[in-house]
């Protein structure tokens, strides 16, 4: 089993940045891929960018690209999400999500975090 556990999420201007963490516990996440996912109201969840631990190989939605950046502290067993450039269409719960596997995939993840909230104004 794996436990997530977000945190930094919060209410920023258009423009802004934030920072998003999600620790990790239960187990190691070598052989582990980590994603960042978000759902705003009425909307579907998305996934927004993901990691595989072991390779550090990384995704990003088109909507994100060059804006977010995914990233892990093994110390730490924590994977980072650090959003910059904010507009007020990143407005979503985030959740942050954990699947066994080394090869990167943006599907197929099964543990999940209870998930933070980002407001943007604008």
């Known amino acids: 089993q794996v436990q997530l556990v977000e945190s930094g999420g919060g209410l920023v201007q258009a423009g802004g940045s934030l920072r998003l963490s999600c620790a990790a516990s239960?187990?190691?996440?070598?052989?582990?891929?980590m994603g960042w996912f978000r759902q705003a109201p009425g909307k579907e969840r998305e996934i927004v960018a993901a990691i595989s631990w072991r390779l550090g190989s990384t995704y990003y939605a088109d909507s994100v690209k060059g804006r977010f950046t995914i990233s892990r502290d093994n110390a730490k067993n924590t994977v980072y999400l650090q959003m910059n450039s904010l507009k007020p269409e990143d407005t979503a719960a985030y959740y942050c999500?954990?699947?066994?596997?080394?090869?990167?995939?943006?599907?197929?993840?099964?543990?999940w975090g209870q998930g933070t909230q980002v407001t943007v104004s604008s």
């Open positions: 999500a954990a699947r066994a596997g080394v090869v990167l995939t943006t599907s197929g993840y099964n543990y």
């Open positions: 239960g187990r190691t996440l070598s052989n582990y891929n």
